[in-house]
C-alpha cells in the first residue's frame, strides 16, 4: 500500500482502512448474507471514532445507529430491533464493563463486542467473562470487527427465533386444560397411559383422550418432544419410576 499506511482486507469485500479511518469501501449484500438487513449499535463517546466505526459498517451493508453513551442507547425507542453492538470501555459516566457486567438485569441480550484503546488482559478477560462476543482494540481493524460482527449477528438471529419458538409453546401451552397440564407433566416422564391413569385417578382409555389432544394442541409427534417442550417451557418433570 506504499507509504500512506493503509491496509486493505478482504472478506468478501476490498475495505481500506487507516487509523481506523475508512478510505475507499465496496461490498454487496445480498438476502441470503447473515448479516443482511442487520443494524448495528455503536456506542462511542469519540464522534470520530464513532464516524469511522459507522463508515466501515455500512462499507459492509449494515444499518448503523451510533450513541455517545449507554445512557442514549438505552432511551433509544428501537433498540429491540438492534441485532448487536459495538461497545467502548471508556465511556462517561458509566464504563462499558460496567453496563456490560449489569446488562442481564436491564433485559438487553444483544451480543455485545466490546472494544479499547488502552486494553490489558484483565480487561479483557472481565469483558469475555461478562458475555462479550469478541474484545478488540483501537484502532480497530476491518476483517477483525466484520468477522466478530457476523457472529454477534449470527448469534442474535438464532436468539430471535428460539425467543419465538418459545412464545410460540407458551401460547400452545396456554391452550391445555389442566387436566391435559397433568397428563402432559406425566406422559413426559415415560410414564405409560396405564401409570398415567393410576396416577392421576381416571381411565386409561381417558387418558389416552387427553394425551392424543395434548399432543395435536403442541404439535409434537413424540414423548421426546414433550421432554424438550418442557425444558423450553420450563415445565418441572417429577422424577421417573
Same mark, same amino acid.
Given at each position: 500500500?506504499?507509504?500512506?499506511?493503509?491496509?486493505?482486507?478482504?472478506?468478501?469485500?476490498?475495505?481500506?482502512?487507516?487509523?481506523?479511518?475508512?478510505?475507499?469501501?465496496? *461490498? %454487496?449484500?445480498?438476502?441470503? #448474507?447473515?448479516?443482511?438487513?442487520?443494524?448495528? /449499535? @455503536?456506542?462511542?463517546?469519540? +464522534?470520530?471514532? &464513532?464516524?469511522?466505526?459507522?463508515?466501515?459498517?455500512?462499507?459492509?451493508?449494515?444499518?448503523?445507529?451510533?450513541?455517545?453513551?449507554?445512557?442514549?442507547?438505552?432511551?433509544?425507542?428501537?433498540?429491540?430491533?438492534?441485532?448487536?453492538?459495538?461497545?467502548?470501555?471508556?465511556?462517561?459516566?458509566?464504563?462499558?464493563?460496567?453496563?456490560?457486567?449489569?446488562?442481564?438485569?436491564?433485559?438487553?441480550?444483544?451480543?455485545?463486542?466490546?472494544?479499547?484503546? *488502552? %486494553?490489558?488482559?484483565?480487561? #479483557?478477560?472481565?469483558?469475555?467473562?461478562?458475555? /462479550? @462476543?469478541?474484545?478488540?482494540? +483501537?484502532?480497530? &481493524?476491518?476483517?477483525?470487527?466484520?468477522?466478530?460482527?457476523?457472529?454477534?449477528?449470527?448469534?442474535?438471529?438464532?436468539?430471535?427465533?428460539?425467543?419465538?419458538?418459545?412464545?410460540?409453546?407458551?401460547?400452545?401451552?396456554?391452550?391445555?386444560?389442566?387436566?391435559?397440564?397433568?397428563?402432559?407433566?406425566?406422559?413426559?416422564?415415560?410414564?405409560?397411559?396405564?401409570?398415567?391413569?393410576?396416577?392421576?385417578?381416571?381411565?386409561?382409555?381417558?387418558?389416552?383422550?387427553?394425551?392424543?389432544?395434548?399432543?395435536?394442541?403442541?404439535?409434537?409427534?413424540?414423548?421426546?418432544?414433550?421432554?424438550?417442550?418442557?425444558? &423450553?417451557?420450563?415445565?418441572?418433570?417429577?422424577?421417573?419410576?
Amino acid at each position: 500500500m506504499g507509504s500512506s499506511g493503509a491496509s486493505c482486507v478482504n472478506l468478501g469485500a476490498r475495505v481500506c482502512v487507516s487509523s481506523c479511518r475508512v478510505v475507499r469501501c465496496r *461490498f %454487496a449484500v445480498t438476502d441470503r #448474507s447473515p448479516t443482511s438487513a442487520a443494524i448495528v /449499535a @455503536v456506542i462511542d463517546d469519540d +464522534k470520530g471514532i &464513532r464516524e469511522a466505526l459507522d463508515g466501515m459498517l455500512r462499507s459492509a451493508g449494515l444499518s448503523v445507529v451510533c450513541f455517545a453513551s449507554t445512557h442514549e442507547y438505552l432511551a433509544h425507542p428501537d433498540r429491540a430491533q438492534i441485532h448487536c453492538i459495538v461497545l467502548d470501555v471508556h465511556l462517561p459516566e458509566r464504563s462499558g464493563l460496567d453496563f456490560l457486567d449489569s446488562v442481564a438485569q436491564m433485559d438487553v441480550t444483544t451480543p455485545i463486542i466490546v472494544i479499547s484503546g *488502552f %486494553a490489558d488482559i484483565p480487561m #479483557s478477560v472481565r469483558a469475555m467473562k461478562a458475555g /462479550a @462476543v469478541e474484545f478488540l482494540t +483501537k484502532p480497530v &481493524r476491518a476483517m477483525d470487527l466484520l468477522a466478530a460482527v457476523e457472529v454477534a449477528i449470527t448469534r442474535d438471529r438464532a436468539l430471535r427465533s428460539l425467543r419465538s419458538m418459545v412464545s410460540e409453546l407458551k401460547a400452545s401451552y396456554e391452550t391445555l386444560t389442566v387436566r391435559e397440564r397433568e397428563v402432559f407433566v406425566h406422559v413426559a416422564t415415560g410414564m405409560m397411559n396405564k401409570q398415567v391413569a393410576a396416577a392421576i385417578g381416571i381411565s386409561e382409555a381417558t387418558v389416552k383422550l387427553h394425551r392424543g389432544t395434548l399432543m395435536r394442541k403442541m404439535r409434537a409427534n413424540s414423548v421426546a418432544d414433550l421432554v424438550r417442550m418442557a425444558d &423450553r417451557l420450563g415445565v418441572d418433570l417429577p422424577p421417573s419410576g
